[in-house]
């Protein structure tokens, strides 16, 4: 069985903030610091999700070297141009689809 992927990747900004609140709103996790010191903690990866740009980065080089096993996309991409990316998606799935449909 040939797997394949659709990783659809998230701004880094925008995990960063997200996963500052979370760690600040759930007790299991007993964060208490400010911003400017998570922010550190999540460019050196010692966070929850460890290391967001070699996480994404894998799935990247994976895409590039085999595109008909990896699709990768961004959300913002996904929000700005959906039409573009339900057409790139259903084509990456071998599933026929117009603008129309």
């Given at each position: 069985v040939k797997?394949?992927?659709?990783f659809v990747a998230r701004n880094a900004k925008d995990v960063c903030v997200s996963l500052y609140h979370h760690a600040r709103a759930f007790q299991s996790f007993a964060y208490e610091g400010d911003f400017d010191h998570f922010f550190q903690m999540y460019l050196h990866g010692e966070v929850e999700s460890g290391s967001w740009l070699d996480f994404n980065l894998d799935f990247y080089e994976q895409h590039v070297q085999n595109?008909?096993?990896?699709?990768?996309?961004?959300?913002?991409?996904?929000?700005c141009n959906p039409v573009e990316?339900?057409?790139r998606t259903a084509k990456f799935m071998n599933v026929e689809c117009t603008k129309e449909r």
């Open positions: 797997l394949r992927y659709i595109p008909e096993d990896v699709l990768f996309l961004t959300y913002e991409d996904m929000h990316n339900v057409m």
